[in-house]
């Protein structure tokens, strides 16, 4: 399973790329704003801040909701840098623009995915990867893992390229539940990646092994 890190936080990147299990970074405007990265200017450098501090898929979301907006938008992101997908929302006019940048060979992800529905047509038009919101499911007392494992029986059953991208992930849970179910790719905050690492018994076994070594060595 590919471990992105869902932020525009340069410092959660970095720390994240350091562990060494990081490949790849995804955002959204509302991420982008968080870190008071605002205007077409400072935004498109900051993708190109996020390329160059990790070797792997960065999506860049366009705010256009008509086709030719998308294609404009997705060709200037595209052009930034070659680790750049095309992050492009789950609507009529975005799956016209999945299957354009798809003949391009521009990669691209499917944002707001929020049923199996919206996912086949996603695969149909030629999307890299698709990202459904397990948490914002859950939010709305809906199984957002449900979705993850119809997702992946369906494009098992026809063998469909397109990667499955669980987005909207808030704690390690939603990642070992998404790899039991083979999710390709998860996306989630630093926290929830950092708490993978944590188990008391590990502190209390490391704490006895330092305690007993040094008892030995005095
Ligand atoms: O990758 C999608 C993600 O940014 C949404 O996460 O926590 O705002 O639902 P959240």
Do not use: W
């Not at 060494?20 to 995804?26: C, F, K, Q, R, S």
């Not at 029986?153 to 469909?160: E, M, S, V």
């Not at 944590?198 to 704490?207: F, I, W």
């Not at 305690?211 to 005095?218: C, E, L, M, V």
Request: negative net charge.
């Amino acid at each position: 399973m590919r471990f992105f890190i869902d932020t525009a936080n340069l410092n959660d990147i970095k720390e994240a790329n350091d562990l060494g299990v990081l490949d790849g970074v995804t955002t959204n405007p509302s991420l982008m704003a968080k870190e008071g990265i605002t205007g077409k200017k400072k935004i498109l450098q900051h993708y190109v801040d996020i390329c160059n501090i990790v070797d792997g898929p960065v999506s860049a979301e366009v705010i256009s909701t008509d086709f030719k907006g998308m294609i404009a938008e997705g060709e200037i992101l595209a052009a930034l840098h070659p680790n750049i997908v095309v992050k492009v929302p789950m609507i009529p006019e975005g799956i016209k623009a999945i299957k354009y940048f798809y003949e391009k060979d521009i990669r691209t992800n499917c944002t707001l995915i929020f049923s199996a529905g919206q996912a086949l047509l996603a695969a149909k038009a030629g999307a890299t990867y698709v990202s459904p919101f397990i948490g914002r499911l859950d939010d709305v007392s809906t199984n957002g893992l449900e979705l993850i494992a119809q997702i992946r029986l369906i494009y098992d059953n026809y063998a469909y390229d397109t990667q499955i991208l669980a987005a909207s992930i808030r704690h390690p849970m939603h990642i070992i539940n998404c790899a039991e179910i083979g999710a390709d790719v998860m996306t989630g905050p630093l926290s929830a990646i950092k708490a993978l690492a944590n188990h008391p018994l590990t502190d209390l076994g490391l704490q006895q092994f330092l305690a007993d070594y040094a008892k030995g060595n005095k």
